[in-house]
């Protein structure tokens, strides 16, 4: 959505607002342009989430996936399996599918049919034991692959439907600081160029690489002085070229949403209550 405001000159000009689904340790739900609560999922501490097409809202926490109707009616659940510790994602597919993660001593990326059946199980490689930090916000691709970031092993890993590791986008590059940087990839999504949109929460950065893995733009705290990365979580690129990035880290009165353009001009922020894990720009 958008605001008439007055810049310097007291011209008018156009200011951004947005209304987004925050999934968040104190709040999971909608928030509206002016930055309040329109839509409570009820639990707080949500993983992942989206706003689906019907209106209804696909929720992921640590130990289940619903997705609810805005009267709180569940149209689709899926509760994690005995032998894993937690889940770490949702995506609804455009095969109908739910897209999860599971973390612990079997990591593993599902797709569940609409009954809550698992229908595709891709064995994830995530280098790690540790469940927590075996992955985060994993995606399926048009190619028909999957996109996984694996925190503690510095990599973006892209899976074939079998579990074939295709490509590996490494994020401990020395150009970013090597391993001491904790470079620990949590987002990653492939955007239309070709090119993958990464954030690196504890290395406090977003990175866009091209498809040999080389950092083609980089936005971090460097370039700021007021610090606005703080273990940024999730992040969306938006049509208009603009990333928008989570910080989940930033409390009291901190940023913990913002919009960054190419140019890594701050055009936009949300400084709410509400710590942000994941979200999703819905104006």
């Known amino acids: 959505g958008r605001a008439l405001a007055q810049d310097a000159q007291g011209e008018e000009k156009e200011a951004i607002r947005h209304s987004f689904f925050v999934a968040g340790p104190s709040f999971t ?16 501490g949500a993983r992942d989430g989206f706003v689906l097409e019907n209106g209804n809202v696909l929720i992921a926490w640590g130990d289940e996936v619903k997705e609810l109707t805005r009267e709180h009616e569940v149209a689709f659940h899926y509760r994690k399996s005995s032998e894993n510790g937690e889940l770490g994602t949702c995506a609804r597919l455009a095969n109908g599918n739910t897209l999860v993660t599971e973390l612990g001593g079997r990591p593993r990326l599902l797709e569940v049919d609409a009954k ?17 930090m075996q992955t985060r916000m994993a995606r399926k691709l048009a190619n028909g692959n999957y996109l996984a970031p694996h925190l503690l092993a510095f990599k973006v890993k892209e899976y074939s439907p079998t579990g074939e590791v295709l490509k590996v986008f490494k994020t401990d590059l020395e150009e970013l600081g090597g391993r001491a940087a904790e470079n620990w990839p949590f987002t990653a999504i492939r955007l239309s160029n070709g090119n993958t949109l990464i954030n690196l929460t504890h290395g406090n950065k977003t990175v866009e690489m091209n498809p040999k893995g080389e950092v083609v733009w980089k936005v971090s705290n460097e370039d700021y002085d007021d610090d606005p990365f703080a273990d940024p979580c999730g992040a969306q690129r ?6 928008v ?20 001009e701050i055009v936009w922020r949300y400084m709410g209550p509400h710590r942000v894990h994941h979200f999703q720009v819905l104006t």
Do not use: C, M, Q
């Open 238 to 243: 938006l049509s208009n070229g603009n990333t």
């Open 245 to 264: 990035i989570a910080s989940y880290a930033a409390g009291g009165d901190k940023v913990k949403l913002f919009e960054v353009t190419r140019d890594k």
């Open 29 to 44: 739900g909608i928030i509206d342009e002016r930055g309040k609560e329109t839509w409570n999922s009820g639990r707080a």
């Open 116 to 132: 809550g059946e698992i229908v595709v199980e891709v064995p994830l490689k995530p280098e790690t034991d540790n469940a927590h």
